[in-house]
């Protein structure tokens, strides 16, 4: 069975600090694959990193970076810098190979709020 | 325009009325999904549909039924709504390559009273 932790609800900063969502997932597959989406507050979710079980490479995009760790099963997600526009629902999501319907177990996500 | 689009955008409705909230997409893919999302809970998986004649129960299916009218086509139906259906209900895709990467519609805001 997969299941996805977000243990914090919200998050409050402001402007320029830098801020790391936690994300803990569990799985008994080998092969899966952790996602994150953005959630702003006009509903829709926008899909922002995709990464497999194998590659455990931090990575960076722009102000973005994820920090994936297997040996804690968790896949972190900082922002830099944030900005009023960062202001949003951050969901993590988990998929094993082995399900065959490719479902997408989400976490429940953390609302962050960045003050001017 | 818009890959993966949802109507409704908005629905109110009464408790025991039938509902249907309808998805398209031009992405060309095969993979259809809908979720539904609660405050909290993130978004659990009603129905799949891997092509027209492949459709699959999610994690919360009960109350809900579905149907693949075309490849570009997946509807929602509600049979008799009840308030614990309030909630905001997301249609998604994936292709057969990258499977797993899944393209969200802008969701569908339903209310039922």
């Known amino acids: 069975a997969q299941k996805v932790t977000q243990a914090q609800t919200e998050i409050s900063v402001v402007e320029k600090e830098d801020v790391t969502l936690d994300c803990v997932y569990e799985?008994?597959?080998?092969?899966?694959?952790l996602f994150w989406y953005k959630q702003p507050p006009s509903g829709e979710l926008v899909f922002l990193i995709r990464r497999n079980s194998f590659d455990e490479q931090n990575e960076i995009s722009g102000r973005y970076s994820w920090n994936f760790q297997k040996s804690t099963s968790s896949f972190n997600f900082t922002i830099t810098a944030s900005q009023v526009v960062d202001s949003a629902v951050y969901f993590c999501?988990?998929?094993?190979?082995?399900?065959?319907?490719?479902?997408?177990?989400f976490g429940g996500g953390t609302r962050l709020m960045v003050k001017p | 325009d818009a890959d993966v689009t949802q109507t409704p955008r908005n629905r109110i409705t009464k408790t025991g009325k039938r509902i249907m909230l309808e998805c398209s997409q031009t992405?060309?893919?095969?993979?259809m999904y809908w979720y539904r999302q609660d405050p909290g809970l993130g978004l659990r998986l009603i129905y799949y549909?891997?092509?027209?004649?492949?459709?699959n129960k999610g994690e919360i299916s009960d109350g809900y039924s579905v149907s693949r009218q075309a490849q570009a086509k997946f509807s929602l139906s509600l049979e008799s709504a009840i308030p614990n259906q309030t909630a905001l209900y997301f249609c998604a895709t994936s292709g057969t390559v990258r499977y797993n990467e899944q393209f969200f519609g802008p969701g569908t805001r339903l209310t039922v009273l």
């Open positions: 799985t008994r597959d080998t092969t899966y694959y």
């Open positions: 999501a988990l998929t094993e190979r082995s399900n065959a319907g490719n479902m997408l177990t």
């Open positions: 992405k060309g893919h095969d993979r």
């Open positions: 549909s891997f092509d027209v004649k492949d459709i």
